[in-house]
Structure formats: structure tokens, C-alpha cells
């Protein structure tokens, strides 16, 4: 049973010490015994109690451990790792009153990003120790949780074939490597229904649905997706050739666009993808069993994160140094 204890929109009004734990992929972090010596001595000049020490495992990526977290009473819970280990986490999280700090370790750190979280280790402690907080919505897939986008078609297929090595050494340049692999491949008819408007027939290469814009490599294909407004973004694109990629790519890349060729774009709470045929799919850059269908519900209002702006900017990244 978990003692009682401040939402983390009152602990931003209280300079209280908080109970917090660190979640570690030991897999993707180095230097684990610095890395918890200076997360302790930090923690510990701002009067914070030492934190709990859980590390992930093959058979559980961070959910259980994120779980236990909560039940052992914590109020923040900082996850050190990459992407999967803050997706992993986020599903034991979700729904509850403990808020998430990251700590980025990963090739995309794609939530980070997207919420100005900083990379360096102080800086993403010490945001934390400064209490700011926002409750952000998740979606749903088959009982699985995701925080920035899930996929289905070319996006997944890229995300499954980037080496795990070369990722490692190249970073996010190892899915560029691994698109131009699948440029190639057949479209797939797809219907898009979002929640009751009209069903949306195309042939398309992949799928999107976003709570946050931003992929790897910092490119903001979503621009207006917000993941506080209870609903998340769908791209629908369809390039044919190379010259409708390099279109595409221009048109994502270039500031103050108005509108990305060969990409549809729609905004809903429900939305469901079906295919002529099994797709490859990923939540959060993960990818999960392949399915004809990719069926979508938003949670609004579902996990609390730390953030530089918890209510004073429709911009959670404002007065963040990345977003500098």
C-alpha cells in the first residue's frame, strides 16, 4: 500500500526533501557507479533522502521496476537509458502520482527532445529538484503505452533493420542508412478511421500517430502536435519515388513550411489503421509484433513529467537550454 502523499502539482509549492528512485538500463548507461554516486550527493545538498536503485533486466525493460517505485512510495523517478527503457517505464508510471525525470541515454531520445530535457546528468537532475511538473496524455496500443509516436509501414520496417552497432557509432544517421533500404518496398492501401469523420482510403508507405512532432535527428514533422491537448496528430505519407522523397524530406526539413508534400495530416482521440496486409509496427521507436491493424487511443491527462514550463507556456520546451 503506498503512504499518502503530495500530486506533484502541489509539491511544486512545496520545498519539502521528495522520495525518489532511479531507474538504469545498465545495458546503454556507463559509468553506473559514478552515474549513482553523483545522482546520491546531489540529491542529497538539495535534502532529498538517497534515491532507490533499480536496474532493468532482459525479462523487464523498467515496467516492473517503475511499479515498484510507486509502490515503495516515490515521488519522482528518474529513468537513465534510451528510449525503450523510458517507454518500458512510462507503463508503470502511467495513471499514477509519481512524475518521470529523464535522464537521456539513448541513440534518439525522442521524449527528451521533445520536452527540452536536457542530456547532461546535472542538468536533468537538478530539473527535477526545481519541481517543475505537467501531466502529459499517452496512447494506447493492445494494452501498451507510448509517449511520442507509433508507426506503422516504412517507419517501423527502418526503425527494425537500423544495426544495433551502427547505431552505437553513427547515432541517428544508422535510420537514414536503414530507410534507404526499404525506399523500395510496396505501398500499402490503408484506411484511417479518426474517431467518427469519414474513413480515409490511400495508398501510403507508413503511418504516423503523434503526441509530439519530433523524430529522430530533431526533424519536427508534427510541428502542431501537442501532447497535453487529448489528442495526438496522424501523418498519412505517401512518396512514390525518390523524387517525391527528396520533396518530402525538403519540405520537412525547411523552416516556416505551411504544408509537407505527399503528407496528409489529422487530429483525433481514436483513430485506427488497417492495411491490405501485416505491417511492421513501433510504439516509441520499439517494435511490436506486425498486424494488418494499428488501433489508437489517447489517454489524456495520464503521466506527469518534469519540464522547465509546467504552466506558464503552451511550449513545454520554454526555458529550456535545448531548445535553445
Known amino acids: 500500500m503506498t503512504i499518502p502523499h503530495e500530486t506533484p502539482a502541489e509539491q511544486r509549492l512545496d520545498n519539502a526533501p521528495l522520495r525518489s528512485a532511479v531507474i538504469v538500463n545498465p545495458n546503454r ?3 553506473l557507479d559514478e552515474l549513482r554516486a553523483g545522482i546520491r550527493d546531489q540529491l542529497a545538498e538539495a535534502g532529498w533522502p538517497e534515491p532507490a536503485w533499480l536496474e532493468t533486466t532482459a525479462e523487464d525493460p523498467g515496467t516492473g521496476q517503475a511499479e515498484q517505485a510507486v509502490a515503495d512510495g516515490a515521488d519522482v523517478v528518474f529513468v537513465a537509458g534510451g528510449d525503450g527503457t523510458v517507454r518500458a517505464c512510462i507503463d508503470g508510471l502511467a ?26 546528468t546535472i ?28 508507426g506503422m509501414g516504412l517507419d517501423a520496417a527502418m526503425v527494425d533493420d537500423a544495426p544495433t552497432k551502427l547505431k552505437a557509432v553513427l547515432g541517428s544517421v544508422a535510420y537514414v542508412y536503414s530507410a534507404l533500404k526499404h525506399l523500395n518496398d510496396a505501398e500499402m492501401k490503408v ?11 490511400r495508398r501510403a508507405r507508413t503511418v504516423l500517430v503523434g503526441n509530439v512532432g519530433r523524430l529522430q535527428g530533431g526533424v519536427n514533422l508534427l510541428p502542431d502536435a501537442e501532447p497535453d491537448n487529448g489528442q495526438m496528430d496522424v501523418a498519412v505519407l505517401a ?13 520537412v526539413l525547411r523552416p516556416g513550411r505551411n504544408k509537407v508534400p505527399n503528407m496528409e495530416v489529422l487530429r483525433g482521440s481514436r483513430i485506427t489503421i488497417t492495411s491490405d496486409r501485416p505491417q511492421p509496427r513501433q510504439l516509441d521507436g520499439d517494435v511490436i509484433e506486425p498486424s494488418a491493424t494499428l488501433e489508437v487511443t489517447v489517454r489524456p491527462d495520464t503521466l506527469w513529467v518534469c519540464v522547465y514550463q509546467p504552466d506558464t507556456s503552451e511550449d513545454l520546451t520554454e526555458g529550456s537550454p535545448a531548445a535553445d
Open 239 to 251: 512518396p512514390k519515388n525518390l523524387g517525391h522523397w527528396i520533396q518530402t524530406a525538403f519540405g
Open 29 to 31: 548507461v556507463e559509468g
Open 123 to 150: 542538468e536533468g537532475v537538478q530539473l527535477a529538484l526545481d519541481r517543475g511538473r505537467r501531466l502529459v496524455d499517452l496512447g494506447e496500443v493492445e494494452g501498451q503505452t507510448f509517449a511520442v509516436m507509433a
Open 95 to 120: 495513471g499514477t502520482e509519481a512524475a518521470l525525470a529523464i535522464l537521456p541515454g539513448g541513440t534518439g531520445n525522442l521524449l527528451a527532445t521533445n520536452l527540452g530535457i536536457p542530456t547532461d
Open 191 to 201: 484506411e484511417v478511421q479518426v474517431d467518427d469523420y469519414p474513413v480515409l482510403r
